[in-house]
């Protein structure tokens, strides 16, 4: 093979020193660069496509703009710009849920870095500077939650927002046909990590002291709760509910995905408690066809709020003792579902609770308990004995 032929096709135009720019392909990919000095850097840019006499057209056109003493690279993308065509592209195909924390996550990186900052020079400092201010300010929401500690995984949460879109940014195209960043900088930055997150499963007992609690409280209380127990998924997916979602008929109960975190669209079957917790709720508030299970009180016309969820919690917990135990809410319900179905295989277990990873299951649901243990091994113990039996008769 031939030295030009490991090289390459190539092609120069303009005088050297002044604005000599080159097209060449890769000699392994075949892919076309354009390259040039620029302050007396050399830069290379991907033209994304492999059409030789276009890259000799563009190669011509950039010698030009350079003795004109025009600027003929693209303009790196600030934060604000990024943000811009993400929110515009990308967030509205989320669910409801997503898009509202695309929109805090792209204020507060705005507010730490600066809408100016350009997308490209962003390294390691700013990634541990981000980390440490994020846990200095607190939650930065209204209302009571404003100023409360935040834990490491909701600063991950943010910060794979950005890497969302730094990722999407090296896959799109500038007007002028180069991708917006020619690599997301901020890859393999480590993760913030919780040594020791509190995860708390709901017992039996608690679980039958708030339903005692709930007789006290408004009827929809107990339902949220019931609905919560019975079907292992998120508060904001059962307060979103609406009543063409169940079928008592069919027994089942359709999760949307726009109502849901994960956009995770699936339908569940209802256990004889849940479908009798809605049969009288329906006997005691009739409704029909796309009427909230859970409305918002007065004529607001529309779903109770999540801040109602958490005040109506907070009082079930006061009034069954439960208030003193840190971290205790509506999640507890969740772990409880995922623990004390361990037995069932993983991918009806996802589908059942409305989770998409497993491991997200295994990791952060499920808890190991001292019954399933003793249980694993009694059943060790007799699957032993009779291995050593039959090897005795043979």
């Known amino acids: 093979m031939t030295n030009a032929e490991k090289q390459g096709w190539s092609f120069i135009t303009g005088e050297r020193g002044r604005n000599r720019v080159r097209v060449f392909t890769h000699p392994k990919t075949g892919r076309i660069f354009l390259e040039l000095y620029d302050g007396g850097r050399r830069k290379r840019l991907a033209l994304g496509h492999r059409d030789r006499e276009a890259a000799k057209a563009k190669a011509e056109e950039v010698a030009a703009a350079l003795r004109r003493a025009e600027v003929p690279l693209r303009v790196e993308p600030t934060l604000q710009a990024l943000f811009d065509n993400y929110g515009r592209e990308v967030t509205p195909t989320k669910s409801t849920s997503k898009q509202g924390h695309d929109r805090r996550a792209m204020r507060l990186f705005l507010s730490f870095l600066g809408p100016s900052r350009k997308a490209a020079t962003l390294d390691r400092r700013d990634w541990d500077g981000y980390v440490a201010w994020r846990s200095r300010s607190g939650d930065t929401r209204g209302g009571r939650a404003k100023g409360r500690p935040v834990r490491p995984r909701v600063i991950e949460y943010d910060l794979r927002f950005l890497h969302a879109v730094l990722n999407w940014a090296v896959t799109v195209r500038d007007p002028a046909g180069g991708f917006l960043l020619d690599r997301n900088p901020l890859k393999g930055m480590p993760w913030p990590r919780d040594d020791s997150p509190v995860r708390p499963v709901l017992t039996d007992e608690q679980y039958t002291a708030l339903r005692r609690a709930a007789k006290r409280e408004d009827p929809s209380c107990g339902l949220a709760l019931v609905l919560a127990h019975e079907t ?142 003793r249980e694993a091994l009694r059943t060790r113990r007799r699957v032993r004995v009779a291995a050593a039996s039959a090897l005795v008769r043979s």
């Open 232 to 373: 292992g998924h998120r508060i904001g997916a059962i307060r979103l509910l609406r009543w063409s979602d169940v079928d008592l008929a069919r027994r089942c109960v359709r999760w949307r995905g726009e109502n849901d975190k994960i956009g995770f669209e699936h339908e569940t079957p209802l256990t004889a408690e849940a479908l009798a917790a809605l049969e009288a709720a329906r006997r005691l508030r009739p409704a029909v066809g796309d009427a909230w299970l859970f409305p918002a009180p007065g004529r607001q016309g529309g779903p109770m709020s999540r801040h109602r969820f958490r005040d109506r919690w907070e009082r079930l917990a006061a009034r069954a003792g439960l208030q003193d135990i840190p971290r205790l809410g509506w999640h507890a319900l969740r772990r409880k579902f995922a623990t004390e179905l361990k037995h069932v295989p993983l991918k009806d277990l996802c589908y059942l609770g409305g989770w998409k990873n497993p491991q997200t299951v295994l990791m952060c649901y499920q808890k190991a308990d001292e019954a399933t243990m």
